[in-house]
């Protein structure tokens, strides 16, 4: 399927009731694609719900509940992507005793698809996380992370491409600078790439040499920093960017109630969207695409 074919008017709704959000343009079913988007970030190790007593998460999260709702979804709609934004690592015991090994396990008992990493996922240094990779049977991407002279080169790519009923999907990653959060022993040789240059060059590469139709971006660089505003972010990427039509966002814990519309570098609308921390919830995106209208979106946070 040609992208071009397809005029994007993407537009954002949300609700925290397990029934999503509001569809926006109407199209006939008989012409319709549907790809369902599900995301999570900075789960940070949550493994359990939190406690009855805890002052702010009573009962709240936890990976059981999480699978229900994605095998719930997941029988709504097979074409449905599950994704993460990084800071897997890092917050319970469950880490500091299994170095993430159980982390990846029940990633892949979830059947995720793609992650990228973030700056926790280097606590165990970059050794560590490669230690923990076979246990993960899903693929991380990273692309503003040079692992080239790591134990991490060639095990991490810069995207993923996945097909769903015809629709091409190109996913990619970005990292927030390492220096000052992770001491450099832990990541060792990895160099930061720019995140702005760097999605130009993969945007364009999905775009107009893979032929993708919709291009996701999983990021840690963080929603926005109201401190020191042209620090990058997510919102300063989607602006000074194009072709990506959702961000996943991570590493600020910022709980959006609906995605972010932004404008684009040419004026277009795009899809910003990030859903807290600890697994608490579970972020849905909801893409429609129509041959003869175009496509539209739809966002929904549930709470697990």
Do not use: W
């Not at 995301?39 to 009962?59: L, V, Y």
């Not at 990779?133 to 095990?155: C, E, H, R, W």
């Amino acid at each position: 399927m040609e992208r071009r074919k397809f005029i994007k008017q993407l537009g954002g709704a949300s609700t925290l009731a397990l029934v999503g959000g509001l569809t926006l343009p109407a199209f006939s079913p008989k012409k319709q694609r549907h790809i369902t988007i599900l995301h999570t970030n900075d789960t940070h190790s949550q493994i359990e719900p939190f406690k009855p007593t805890h002052h702010r998460n009573a009962n709240k999260g936890g990976v059981a509940k999480r699978a229900t709702l994605i095998e719930q979804i997941r029988k709504e709609n097979a074409n449905t992507l599950l994704l993460d934004a990084g800071d897997i690592f890092q917050g319970t015991p469950y880490f500091n005793y299994f170095g993430g090994e159980l982390e990846f396990k029940l990633m892949s008992m979830l059947k995720y698809d793609v992650a990228t990493l973030g700056n926790h996922d280097f606590d165990n240094s970059i050794e560590g996380f490669q230690k923990q990779l076979p246990n993960a049977n899903f693929d991380f991407v990273s692309a503003n992370y040079d692992f080239k002279n790591t134990v991490l080169d060639t095990l991490v790519k810069p995207y993923k491409i996945i097909v769903k009923d015809g629709i091409k999907i190109g996913i990619f990653g970005l990292g927030i600078e390492l220096e000052g959060l992770v001491g450099k022993k832990l990541y060792k040789e990895t160099k930061y790439l720019d995140p702005v240059e760097i999605t130009k060059d993969i945007t364009d590469e999905l775009k107009n040499k893979q032929n993708c139709d919709l291009i996701i971006c999983l990021s840690h660089l963080g929603y926005y920093y109201k401190r020191n505003p042209k620090k990058i972010s997510d919102l300063n990427l989607a602006k000074a960017t194009e072709n990506i039509d959702l961000i996943i966002g991570g590493h600020t814990h910022t709980f959006l109630p609906k995605p972010t519309i932004v404008k684009n570098k040419q004026g277009k609308n795009m899809l910003v969207n990030q859903v807290g921390a600890y697994g608490i919830n579970l972020g849905r995106v909801d893409f429609y695409f129509d041959e003869i209208e175009g496509a539209s979106a739809k966002g929904t946070t549930i709470l697990v």
